[in-house]
């Protein structure tokens, strides 16, 4: 069942975007990668269902990149539309995706394009904007650039809005883009109002081959060294051994950069925990049953969130998330109790708090 906040938070996003720009009802053109799947992606998905749980096909999505959020979408019937790989550096792929992106926006006639992330913005905007329509950045990192230094093979478009994923953003950008139209709008979220705890716990432990009295550590990020895996690592090396954990991976790299770093990781992990401590999820379609069943979701971010979806999903489902305070992650659970910052990500500040929240 679908939680009714996918339902509100896709309607104040369309409320915001109709209130700084006043273009009344009518569809959303999502421009995106497509290339990974993180938050940004499983935000796209969420679009995309709320179509199907309102009955109003308003969000079309346009890729530059086969992949697993094709993939994902067409199984839901949203259909997406390829129009080409493209790079930074690739002009004639840009080009060429370029023209395929303005005949699927004329096809399409949105009342405004969304372009996901800056590079995406700063390589098609262009394209919506020949053809008259408005143009919405929405950012979901923090820090993010335009390419300035390639301005002139690509021409400079300004958003006629910017939507950021958390007021830290937002802030953010409004340092280096101080007279930007910027608003702000959480990203929404498919989360399921009805389940059964202990059975969820229950099935959890019985798939993994678990025993009932072992305590659950979730994490489930992208394989980056700003995510701070490393750390959380070494935090658990120092946990009391009375303490019966195992530590739940969830996620797979998607490009060469994060496999290299996934792989170097699990052979610190091999020679730093025992085999029987660490449970390698891999890609997980549905988090949902893990976050029920953890007594923590863990992220030893040594870098910050400019939202982190996962934050919130494991908050709304229960699960007390223990993370460092930096970035929007106590914006994201503000009012809510029973979630941890630790002031420094290091190893003995994770372990400390994983011995309170494990006994």
Known sequence: MISECLDERVGV??????????????DFLHVSAGKTYGGVEKMLMA????????????????????????????????NPMIFGPARRLGIFQRVAAGKKLQKIISKKSPKAVIFHGDWVFDLFAGAAK???FKLIKMLHNLGEVSLRRFNWLIGFTRPDLVIANSKITATNYLEHHPRAKVATAYPPMLIRQEFNRVAERKAVLGKLGLGDGVKLILTAARFEWG?????????????????????????????????????????????????DRVVWLGHVDDL????????????????????????????????????????????????????????????????????????
């Open 47 to 78: 679009f995309a269902a709320s179509n199907s749980l309102t009955g109003r096909d308003r969000h079309h999505f346009a890729l530059c990149f086969d992949g697993l959020l094709s993939e994902k979408l067409e199984k839901i019937g949203a």
């Open 13 to 26: 996003f369309e409320a915001v975007v109709d209130s700084n720009l006043g273009l009344g009802k009518g």
């Open 130 to 132: 020949k053809r008259g």
């Open 227 to 275: 995510k701070g895996h490393d750390i959380g690592l070494d935090a658990l090396t120092l946990l009391d051994s009375k303490i019966n954990w195992a530590w739940l991976v969830a996620g797979a790299p998607h490009n060469r950069i994060e496999n290299e770093y996934y792989e170097g990781f699990r052979e610190k992990v091999e020679k730093k925990l025992p085999a």
């Open 288 to 359: 949902e049953p893990y976050y029920l069943s953890a007594d923590v979701y863990c992220q030893f971010n040594r870098k910050p969130e400019s939202y982190g979806l996962t934050f919130a999903e494991a908050a709304m489902l229960g699960c007390p998330v223990l993370t460092t305070g930096i970035g929007a992650a106590q914006e994201v659970l503000a009012g809510e109790e029973g979630h941890t910052f630790v002031p420094k990500p290091s190893p003995i500040n994770f372990a400390r708090e994983l011995s309170r929240i494990l006994v």
